[in-house]
């Protein structure tokens, strides 16, 4: 019998108690069904990887794209699934709100929202108003779902602003307005992530993984208690596709067709998936 969407959520929670989980990012089914087929305990979905997939940059899909987006994903595996949900769709927090209780309704089990406004003259919503947000998406979640968790994402560190101060502030002002677990993509070292850890505490931090050095004990050794992949997975298909093509249409050959994965095999999986 397949999972129902309470399981999900409840799992989903129960994964953030104790100890440090990977939390991979794929931007379509078949990459959620392989992601599950290898064991991972749950998914995300990733707003500049599904972009990507449909021809378009990051940031420019629709609340609508999205959330038929994450339908998909829901149904594709048992596995609990976390929207990347950008600033909501919105900058006013009654914007927020509605664009959240229609996310709730495709059977995620958690959403972020950022603090990122997608305009380069002013990246960065103002403190209050970014507050405001995270309430209301709290609200509205909690008009539908209560037991969906909420993710608060502070983006300054991706927008230049590289002052752990101001982000560990957030980041503890938006765990009080009702966010779950704290985000704050960019950070890397064990000083910054150390910090955060400790002032958020004990809710969870989820750490992006940015460098290749990082590992999943060390930054579980930190505290962290999920480590989430971005677009990094469907960068790295893109690339295997753009080298070969490349290949194919500057040189004539094929030789990087070896290196693809067998027809068969795949196949089989998502013949067993079916």
Known sequence: MPISTADKRAAFRKLHDTGCFVLPNPWDVGSARYLAHLGFKALASTSAGYAWSTGRPDTKVTADDVIAHLKDLSAATDLPVNADFENGFADDPDGVAANVARAVTTGIAGLSIENSTGRADTPLYDD??????????????????????????????????????????????????????????????????????????PKPLNVLTIKPTMTVQHLASLGVRRISTGGALARV???????????????GTFTSFAQGAKGGELNKLFGEKA
């Open 128 to 201: 209050a108003l970014a507050v405001a947000r995270i309430a209301a998406a709290r609200a509205a979640i909690d008009s539908v779902d209560p037991a969906v968790m909420l993710v608060a994402r502070c983006e300054g560190f991706l927008h230049g602003e590289r002052d752990l101060t101001k982000t560990t502030a957030r980041l503890v002002s938006f765990a009080e307005a009702g966010a779950d677990c704290l985000y704050a993509p960019g950070v890397s070292t064990d000083e910054e992530i150390s910090t955060l850890v400790k002032a958020i505490s």
């Open 237 to 251: 298909a893109w690339a295997g596709f753009i080298g070969t093509s490349k290949e194919i249409a500057e040189q």
